[in-house]
């Protein structure tokens, strides 16, 4: 980006979608592009279309046009969308369909560009073209277009006027406007970006929310907020902990802009044996909220999500008097130089492992969704998510060296027993293990 800076684009890029959770691709796309440096002057509502003029029967489309500038050149920009979609494209296998593209998880064109003079940019390059050779016609990029066309003044006009011919005018009546994207304004959790896409599930996460810039610990805000009466199912969220805290008094570091934090109160009036598999079922939501993004999450006994061998999660379980504190913390745009060394080796994050950044609020809203199922399945059947668990866990079957109190055991870790403790085979004869740390040998 030598001398670059220098010289911001403006432009407009179209985003598309029409496989999975269309809407959340569009929405996580806007906050890949403004995390990795693109600003968002404005941006339009999403239309919905019917898929046409590609290859079989394929499910319609949700499109949306940017407009943003960028401190660098067309071509910069344009691997910057190339790499925000390909980062999305790996969460689902995406069929290519014989004589065309099939269903897309994301698609990001670069329409139009300015320079920072004004001049519309022309490339007529193989892999760059501007104008977009495709744009003039669409009704699908001319409406939402339109929309912000006022947020580059003179830009948009350089397509030249829409075709005058009935099939587009068919178009523009099939073209649709869904909502706005605008309800993602940043990457930040706060209650207009969370309660306003927030579906609560049966289990009844989300009751009620307390968002913080800043804290000691969620952990501790959940256990007095459950001490003054907080109903089941209160979180407290925040972007960062001075003092967030692990098992035995260790530290979890969560710094400003690229972690979760996330504690819940829970009273499901359960026994204490249903209690001590809370962190088996947060694990498993956390786990399949990273499947969801196509990570390979393994579950470490008995409170550690890992990605690749390194700590990407954590979990906190901790009872009160009347209720429990569920505390979860994830790795999220945290590029992994610049961890803390001794976190580096052993840490990792979804930007580390997916090579691309996530939208926290939506991640966040994931997580909410999975979390409150696997609640509910440990409310209906125990055995059923320790047996999703046990599918992830990267311990069990493994050598392994436990450090449980002051003693120190190795054996193979056989199984998790219904009420979670470890069964270990160790040479001394079969050991169940209720709490300690594991390192895989
Ligand atoms: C845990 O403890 O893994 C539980 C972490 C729970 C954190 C959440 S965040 C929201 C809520 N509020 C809190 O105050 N806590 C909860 P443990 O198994 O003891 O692991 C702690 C160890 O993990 C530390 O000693 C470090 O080696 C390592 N570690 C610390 N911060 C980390 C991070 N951000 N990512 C990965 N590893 C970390």
């Not at 948009?156 to 909502?179: F, I, V």
């Not at 805000?221 to 209160?234: C, Q, V």
Request: with cysteine; hydrophobic share 45%; charged share 25%.
């Amino acid at each position: 980006m030598t001398g670059s800076a220098a010289w911001p684009v403006r432009g407009f890029v179209a985003l598309g979608s029409n496989l999975g959770r269309r809407c959340d691709y569009l929405a996580s796309a806007r906050a890949a592009l403004g995390a990795a440096g693109v600003t968002v002057l404005a941006a339009s509502r999403v239309y919905e279309s019917p898929a046409e003029g590609v290859p079989g029967a394929q499910p319609p489309f949700l499109n949306a046009v940017l407009a943003v500038a960028f401190p660098g050149s067309p071509e910069e920009l344009l691997a910057l969308c190339l790499a925000v979609e390909a980062a999305h494209g790996r969460e689902r296998g995406e069929a290519r369909a014989a004589g065309g593209p099939g269903p897309r998880t994301l698609d990001l064109d670069l329409l139009l560009a300015q320079d920072a003079a004004g001049r519309p940019i022309a490339r007529a390059g193989a892999s760059l073209r501007l104008p977009h050779p495709r744009a003039a016609g669409r009704a699908f990029v001319r409406l939402p277009l339109a929309e912000v066309a006022g947020a580059i003044p003179g830009l948009a006009e350089t397509l030249g006027p829409p075709p005058d011919d009935p099939a587009y005018r068919e178009a523009c009546g099939r073209t649709r406007a869904r909502g706005p994207l605008a309800l993602w304004p940043d990457d930040a959790y706060r209650d207009d970006t969370v309660t306003a896409r927030f579906e609560p599930g049966s289990f009844g996460l989300g009751s009620a929310f307390r968002f913080l810039a800043e804290t000691g610990s969620t952990n501790d805000d959940a256990r007095l907020w459950a001490a003054e009466g907080a109903p089941h199912g209160a979180l407290v969220v925040a972007d960062r902990q001075t003092a967030g805290r692990g098992r035995l008094g260790r530290a979890w570091a969560t710094p400003p802009g690229v972690a979760l934090a996330l504690s819940a109160v829970l009273r499901p009036g359960w026994p204490p044996e249903r209690l001590a598999l809370l962190p088996f079922a947060a694990g498993l939501a956390v786990a399949r909220a990273l499947e969801d993004l196509g990570l390979r999450p393994g579950l470490k006994w008995p409170n550690d999500v890992l990605v690749n061998g390194r700590k990407l999660s954590g979990i906190l379980a901790e009872v009160t008097r009347d209720a429990v504190v569920l505390g979860i913390g994830v790795n999220l745009n945290w590029p992994r130089g610049r961890m803390e060394p001794e976190l580096y080796a052993r840490a990792t994050s979804v930007l580390a492992e997916r090579g691309g950044p996530v939208s926290r609020p939506l991640f966040l809203l994931r997580l909410l969704r999975e979390l409150d199922r696997a609640l509910q399945e440990l409310d209906a059947s125990p055995e059923g998510v320790l047996c999703e668990w046990r599918r992830r866990s990267t311990t069990l079957g493994r050598e392994v060296r436990v450090r449980a109190g002051g003693e120190i055991l190795e054996g193979v870790a056989r199984e998790i027993r219904p009420d979670g403790g470890l069964l270990l085979a160790a040479r001394t004869g079969e050991r169940v293990v209720h709490a300690g740390d594991v390192t895989v040998l």
